[in-house]
């Protein structure tokens, strides 16, 4: 099976930086993504790490270690519209050898003023 | 608006019914899968087709789902004797190729509330 864990609540101030952290179990890793969801709508893809090291796009990075089975999303210069929740997703060799997404239970943001 | 569209958005139905869902996904896309997310928590694998194919199914899936992709493009997702328990927002994601899976397109999602 797969385990993930993540902060469940994030408080940060409008323009700071934050960092949302994520540790995991799985037996088939290739790689951890990153999504965002707003309250009412649809995960959207963030990021994604198959190697160990840090994927820049735009204001948000994305970190991964896989010999600690760790990772982290980094959300610079925030902004009121960055409140939402943000799911780490291990994509995982899963029973049937394919590859499928187990989502973390996720991480509420909300930014202030 | 990801291009994945899901009928209906909305589904109140009584204790026992059986349900139904539609998942129109990306037409270009062979992989699709089925979520379901609770409050507070993050999508939970139900399963997913490659065209028309069911590959894997979660163990954690009742006996009373059923999915089906029969020709490949839209798919359907069956509850039957529907409970309390199933009250859930039911996602469906797609994607093009099993190697860009770590990127799913997810549609709006329908939201079942039995009574």
Not at chain 1, 26 to 32: K, R, W
Request: proline residues 4%; aromatic residues 12%; contains cysteine.
């Amino acid at each position: 099976g797969q385990s993930l864990e993540q902060p469940s609540e994030v408080t940060a101030v409008e323009g700071a930086i934050v960092q949302i952290n994520c540790t995991y179990q799985t037996s088939g890793f290739y790689g951890l993504s990153w999504y965002q969801q707003h309250d009412g709508g649809a995960p959207t893809f963030l990021s994604y790490n198959a190697l160990d090291g840090l994927e820049e796009t735009g204001r948000f990075s994305s970190f991964l270690s896989r010999s600690d089975s760790y990772g982290y999303l980094l959300l610079q210069e925030l902004q009121m519209k960055d409140s939402a929740s943000y799911f780490c997703a291990v994509r995982d060799k899963g029973r049937s050898g394919a590859n499928n997404l187990f989502f973390g239970t996720g991480t509420r943001l909300t930014v202030i003023p | 608006d990801t291009g994945v569209s899901q009928d209906p958005r909305h589904k109140i139905t009584k204790r026992g019914q059986n349900v139904t869902f539609r998942c129109d996904p990306i037409s270009e896309h062979n992989r699709l899968y089925w979520y379901r997310q609770t409050l507070g928590q993050g999508p939970e694998f139900l399963t997913y087709f490659q065209n028309e194919a069911q590959l894997e199914k979660s163990r954690l899936l009742s006996d009373r789902f059923s999915a089906e992709r029969p020709k490949g493009s839209f798919s359907t997702l069956e509850i039957q004797r529907t409970e309390q328990g199933d009250s859930a927002m039911y996602l469906c994601a797609s994607t093009a190729l099993a190697s860009s899976s770590y990127e799913q397109y997810f549609g709006p999602g329908t939201r079942l509330t039995v009574t």
